[in-house]
């Protein structure tokens, strides 16, 4: 195997990833999910690019508050239907590789991750999406 092989087959893609936020990083309770910074850190190691969307406005406070906006390239209001249609609209200027949503629609209309709304102690769906991503961006 040539030096120009083995640097082809260790690339990977870089994401944009767009997560949700209520019920997807930040539960009911006002905590963050388990394993939300260590998935966020692992992301931004590997390259790829973390956005930060809602259905409800922009969400930065909520990424302050719980010290993860330093992880967070940028923020956008979450198109609710016409997914697609919707994007220019509400100034969302970068096309999503990946989403996580508790909503389904939001993940049928992109490529990602459905996430459980609910959440217990032992919840690790968040370290399943970072195997998925990571899956992604190498094929």
Known sequence: MTDQDQTAETETKKLNVFFDVDN?????????????REVFEALREE????????????????????????MVEDYFIKPLD???EKLPALG???????V?????????AFV??????EAGPD??????VLE????LAKS
């Open 100 to 108: 996580i949503d508790d909503h389904r629609s939001v993940v049928d």
């Open 112 to 117: 990602g991750y459905h996430i459980p709304d």
């Open 82 to 84: 016409n997914h697609h």
């Open 47 to 70: 390259g790829h690019t973390i956005y930060i969307w809602s259905g409800v406005g922009i969400r930065r406070w909520d990424m302050r508050r719980h010290e993860l906006d330093g």
């Open 132 to 135: 998925e991503i990571r899956t």
């Open 123 to 128: 919840d690790d769906e968040l370290l399943k």
């Open 24 to 36: 997807t990083l930040i539960m009911w309770n006002g905590k963050l999910r388990n394993h939300t």
């Open 92 to 98: 969302v200027t970068i096309m999503p590789d990946y």
